[in-house]
């Protein structure tokens, strides 16, 4: 049989049942045009999922996603691209600006498998579902952009480490180091868990 080419990001994202309200979004915002192009550099969508879209609108007490104005919802899209291609293999530890000019802060775990956290919350359960312009990594809930005092604070990442990570010698070192470089104390605003891995 012949195979057939992929089709772009917003193609692809349409062919796939869980991500109608991404594609939704996508067209509400005028954004399937700067989506379905294609570049050099290519791009990376952070897809969130049906149900985390409805966690989102859950919590913001909306029926729909329509019922956001389309410039805040342009924003939250346009923050879970970047403007070039980066396979899970290529992501690294730190943070990439998004489309928006926003920051996301990347934590990257490599063992028998890669796991992924963005902004100390959210994760990446499904990498590399390639389209002929891009690719995209599949998230369990909408990004939101961290809080302005935690950006540059590297134990924010801390938060999401299973216990067995936390309990290793090298983890309270770097809690603690940091907790007390805080005054002894964790800050509550950045939602630090260093103080359950001690």
Do not use: W
Request: proline letters at 2%; glycine letters at 6%.
């Amino acid at each position: 049989s012949v195979l057939q080419p992929l089709g772009n990001i917003v193609e692809v994202a349409s062919s796939l049942t869980d991500f109608s309200t991404l594609v939704e979004a996508v067209v509400y915002a005028d954004l399937a045009v700067v989506l379905s192009a294609s570049n050099e550099d290519g791009l990376t969508v952070f897809a969130p999922t049906n149900k985390a879209f409805a966690d989102l609108l859950k919590t913001l007490g909306l029926d729909s996603i329509k019922d956001l104005p389309k410039k805040n919802v342009t924003d939250v899209l346009t923050y879970h691209v970047l403007a070039k291609e980066v396979l899970s293999d290529a992501l690294e530890d730190g943070s990439v600006v998004a489309l928006n000019g926003q920051t996301i802060d990347v934590d990257v775990q490599r063992s028998f498998r890669t796991k992924v956290i963005l902004n100390g919350i959210t994760k990446v359960t499904v990498f590399d579902v390639m389209a002929s312009n891009g690719v995209i990594h599949v998230i369990d809930s909408v990004l939101g952009a961290m809080k302005e005092e935690c950006e540059d604070d590297s134990s924010y990442r801390f938060k999401n480490r299973n216990r067995l990570s936390c309990s290793k010698y090298i983890m309270r070192f770097k809690c603690n180091k940091k907790d007390n470089k805080n005054g002894g104390r964790v800050r509550d605003h950045c939602k630090k868990t260093c103080k359950n891995c001690a």
